[in-house]
């Protein structure tokens, strides 16, 4: 490519780096895609829909193991902070893997500031007041009770919620194993 005057890098991607970077990425956000004209998700849930072993059976089964484990640090490298809070932290809230306890000190903005890197706390009930600029329209549902999910996460270099999220995320995966 160089001889061709392209100066591109390249990375190769096989075997288990790809379902880890590329294939359980992509199927973590592909249940909350409205936009279907992406092709590969297309035709994955066009498979899920024909095929009598679905992958999303297989997928039930990874996201079981994943979730109760935590996904390879790469995995979340490659989505963006918000997917990360919207799929996987979701599904941790929401799949019991957080006591009582924990789940009073997410709803403390000092807790949440220093556990999460987060200017206010990470979750508010539903029927409290609360600044709906700053959390996420679908609430989460905790034990049957409805959360507003804050969406006040940051990437910038100056400012990175990431390694926080990530740190929270494989403390209470583990949790789910247990």
Known sequence: MNDLGY????RIISNQDFSELVLY????VSDGVADTTELFLRSYQMLTLFEK????????????????????????????????VQIVMR????????????????RNKEYSRK???????LLV???EEFDPARYYKEAVIIRGEKY?????WSESPENN???????WMEEHSSNNSD
């Open 7 to 10: 100066h591109f890098r390249f």
């Open 161 to 167: 919620d990431r390694p926080y999220l990530i740190k």
């Open 115 to 121: 556990g999460l890197h987060l200017n206010f706390p």
């Open 25 to 28: 990425p992509i199927l973590m």
């Open 148 to 152: 507003m999910l804050c969406s006040q």
């Open 53 to 84: 072993k679905s992958l999303s059976g297989a997928k039930e089964k990874k996201e079981e193991q994943d979730i109760g484990r935590g996904y390879h640090r790469d995995t979340y490298g490659e989505l963006k902070i918000g997917q990360l």
């Open 91 to 106: 599904r941790i809230l929401e799949g019991g893997a957080v006591t009582d306890d924990e789940l009073l000190r997410l």
């Open 125 to 127: 009930k539903e029927q």
